[in-house]
């Protein structure tokens, strides 16, 4: 069973800054996808950054420039850095990992951008 816990979120002021952590443990002997997620009240799950197993990384339009996903093999840990965070980057944001052989979702964590 494959456990995804997320870690650092929080409020941040319009314009700041703020790093996402998502621990991945659990039996994985092949290559996998990782993403970061999220959902704001009433609206649905959208990608907002991810990696093929391949190493291909994507950015939603809404994030490019501003967000970074990145990846330590070494320590099982995806990350998200958010910088210039605007007011429509307040969501819960997910983690999410998977295989052909597993798809897990971490709990979420509150991202809330407000001065």
């Known amino acids: 069973q494959v456990q995804l816990v997320e870690s650092g979120g929080g409020l941040v002021q319009p314009g700041g800054s703020l790093r996402l952590s998502c621990a991945v443990s659990?039996?994985?002997?092949?290559?996998?996808?990782v993403g970061w997620y999220r959902q704001a009240p009433g609206k649905q799950r959208e990608m907002v950054a991810g990696?093929?197993?391949?190493?291909?990384?994507n950015y939603a339009d809404s994030v490019k420039g501003r967000f970074t996903i990145s990846r330590d093999i070494a320590k099982n840990t995806v990350y998200l850095q958010m910088n210039n965070v605007k007011p429509e980057d307040t969501a819960v944001y997910y983690c999410?990992?998977?295989?052909?052989?597993?798809?897990?979702w971490g709990q979420g964590t509150q991202v809330t951008v407000s001065s």
């Open positions: 999410n990992a998977g295989s052909t052989r597993f798809a897990s």
């Open positions: 659990g039996s994985i002997f092949e290559p996998y996808a």
């Open positions: 990696i093929t197993s391949g190493g291909t990384i």
